[in-house]
C-alpha cells in the first residue's frame, strides 16, 4: 500500500505561483510512476502532468505545458508540481496519483492508477 498526502494548496491571484508537494508513506515511489489530476466541479478527473517510474518521461497537459512542472524527490519520497502564471481556469482539486511502474503516457489511463491522494484544492482569483 502506499499513501498519498498533498499539500501547498490554496488561495492565489492570476499570474501567481504555488507549489504542490505530494508526500508518499508505506512504499518507496521509486517504482512509480506518479501523476497530477484535477477536478473542477461539474468537470471530469484529468491529467495535468505525470512523470515515468524510470525517470526522464514526463506528460503535461496542452493547458499547463510552460506553465507546470512536474518532479520528484525518491530520496524524500516526494513529488511536486510547480505552478506558475495560474489562470483562474486553473482552479480545481488537485489529485497526486502513484500506478507501479508505470511511463509517463500510460499515467493518462485514469482506471489504471494504483492509489490517489486525498485532494488539495487551488483557487485561482482573477
Known amino acids: 500500500q502506499v499513501q498519498l498526502v498533498e499539500s501547498g494548496g490554496g488561495l492565489v491571484q492570476a499570474g501567481g505561483s504555488l507549489r504542490l508537494s505530494c508526500a508518499a508513506s508505506?512504499?518507496?515511489?521509486?517504482?512509480?510512476?506518479m501523476g497530477w489530476f484535477r477536478q473542477a466541479p461539474g468537470k471530469e478527473r484529468e491529467v495535468v502532468a505525470a512523470?515515468?517510474?524510470?525517470?526522464?518521461?514526463?506528460y503535461y497537459a496542452d493547458s499547463v505545458k510552460g506553465r507546470f512542472t512536474i518532479s520528484r524527490d525518491n530520496a524524500k519520497n516526494t513529488v511536486y508540481l510547480q505552478m506558475n502564471d495560474l489562470k483562474p481556469e486553473d482552479t480545481a482539486v488537485y489529485y497526486c496519483?502513484?500506478?507501479?511502474?508505470?511511463?509517463?503516457?500510460?499515467?493518462?489511463?485514469?482506471?489504471?492508477?494504483?492509489?490517489w491522494g486525498q485532494g488539495t484544492q487551488v483557487t485561482v482569483s482573477s
Open positions: 496519483a502513484a500506478e507501479r511502474m508505470a511511463t509517463a503516457q500510460a499515467m493518462r489511463v485514469i482506471p489504471r492508477i494504483d492509489y
Open positions: 508505506g512504499r518507496s515511489v521509486r517504482n512509480y510512476g
Open positions: 512523470d515515468s517510474w524510470s525517470g526522464g518521461t514526463t
